[in-house]
């Protein structure tokens, strides 16, 4: 028996590779979910869900922008109509606006507010209605270290963050009467997509994880994440709710 046997994912921001969402996808499969699999990028969507089926679990995939809510309503109705219930969402879309805050325009503030903080506003108040319909679930919002300290350059992704990692506790006390836990998930450095085009850097070995920024020097992998994911989507929590699970190499203990 899997340790999510039976339950049914959404997934956001599941195409990018390396990525956290796709790895997460898999993961959840691979312990027996059934993941809906969503990204602005139809086809990496796919071959995510692909390689779940191949793999002998079941999956779907769809365009979904996060930030239109009307596609949050139709991205539930369709996992109803797929495999009948809720159980777990993932809030993971994201993207990344760094610069200096004297760089910045007030488009560049918009847009990061609007894809990391207000699409994970839309996906909770929408999946906890799914969530009330299956008698509960788990809701599992991605943060940062960025949501937890001050780093440069990250004005806008921190605030997003940050807001991220709030909201959580506000949504786990509201969804607490419905068994609905939600918790958020802090990495530091990851080595995906998103952390090459932040860095510059071609491989992981180029990235700064010197023990005085990374105490365990060195740097993080998706599946380091999207095991803190599934603990949470799990029963093994059934007792955690609006909780911050920060998974960076001891980064924020110094």
């Known amino acids: ?75 539930i109705a369709e996992t109803e109509s797929a495999f009948g219930q809720l159980d777990v969402l993932v809030n993971n879309a994201g993207i990344e606006v760094l610069m200096p805050v004297s760089e910045m325009t007030l488009a560049d503030w918009n847009r990061q ?32 270290v960025a949501g937890l300290i001050g780093l440069q350059t990250c004005v806008a992704y921190g605030a997003a963050k940050g807001g991220v990692r709030l909201m959580t506790k506000s949504i786990a006390l509201e969804g607490a009467a419905d068994e609905i836990r939600c918790n958020s998930v802090h990495p530091g450095v990851i080595w995906t997509n998103m952390q090459k085009r932040a860095t510059g850097a071609a491989e992981a070995s180029e990235v700064n994880v010197s023990p005085a920024r ?25 007792y955690v709710t609006g909780a911050e699970i920060v998974v960076d190499a001891g980064m924020t203990a110094q």
């Not at 894809?115 to 929408?126: A, D, E, P, Q």
Request: proline residues 2%.
């Open 113 to 144: 507010i609007e894809v990391n903080l207000t699409s994970v506003f839309l996906g909770c108040k929408y999946g906890m209605e799914a969530m009330r319909r299956s008698g509960g679930g788990s809701i599992v919002n991605l943060s940062s």
């Open 214 to 238: 990374v105490p365990l020097g060195r740097a993080g992998t998706p599946k380091d994440i999207a095991d803190a994911i599934l603990y949470l989507a799990s029963d093994e929590a059934n």
């Open 1 to 75: 028996m899997g340790r999510v046997e039976g339950k049914v994912a959404i997934v956001t921001g599941g195409a990018s590779d390396p990525g956290l969402g796709r790895t997460t996808a898999l993961r959840l499969a691979e312990e027996g979910a059934k993941v809906v699999v969503t990204d602005i990028d139809l086809a990496g969507a796919e071959k995510t869900a692909a390689d779940i089926e191949a793999a002998g679990g079941e999956a779907r995939a769809f365009h979904q922008d996060v930030v239109i809510e009307s596609r949050w309503q139709e991205i």
